[in-house]
């Protein structure tokens, strides 16, 4: 069992850059397929960015060229670098973990997950 819990959130201006890190407990962000979700009010959770165990990629269409998952192994942090941000891009993001093979995209196929850090972009 893995505990997650995301850091980072915040208000920023459109264009700008956020830093969203999600640290692991309990076990390795490296033992599962770690996951970036975010859900904005009134709409239901989206996709965002996935990285396999073996470290491979893979991002929604809506944020490829602007948002980058990454993992560090020696802090067991999984993180979201957000660039060129957008007011749409305005919602509660969250960190999940995932035991299956492949790229899983859709939220049930993930067992943990954190709680959420708040994105807010300001036009």
């Known amino acids: 069992q893995v505990h997650l819990v995301e850091s980072g959130g915040g208000l920023v201006q459109a264009g700008g850059s956020l830093r969203l890190s999600c640290a692991a407990s309990?076990?390795?962000?490296?033992?599962?397929?770690m996951g970036w979700f975010r859900q904005a009010p009134a709409k239901e959770r989206e996709f965002v960015a996935v990285?396999?165990?073996?470290?491979?990629?893979y991002s929604a269409d809506f944020v490829k060229g602007r948002f980058t998952i990454s993992r560090d192994n020696a802090k067991n942090t999984v993180n979201l670098q957000m660039s060129s941000l957008k007011p749409e891009d305005t919602a509660v993001y969250y960190c999940?973990?995932?035991?299956?093979?492949?790229?899983?995209?859709?939220?049930?196929?993930?067992?943990?997950w954190g709680q959420g850090t708040q994105v807010t972009v300001s036009s």
């Open positions: 309990g076990r390795t962000v490296s033992s599962y397929v």
């Open positions: 990285m396999t165990m073996s470290g491979g990629l």
């Open positions: 999940a973990a995932s035991s299956s093979w492949g790229i899983p995209r859709a939220g049930v196929e993930y067992t943990y």
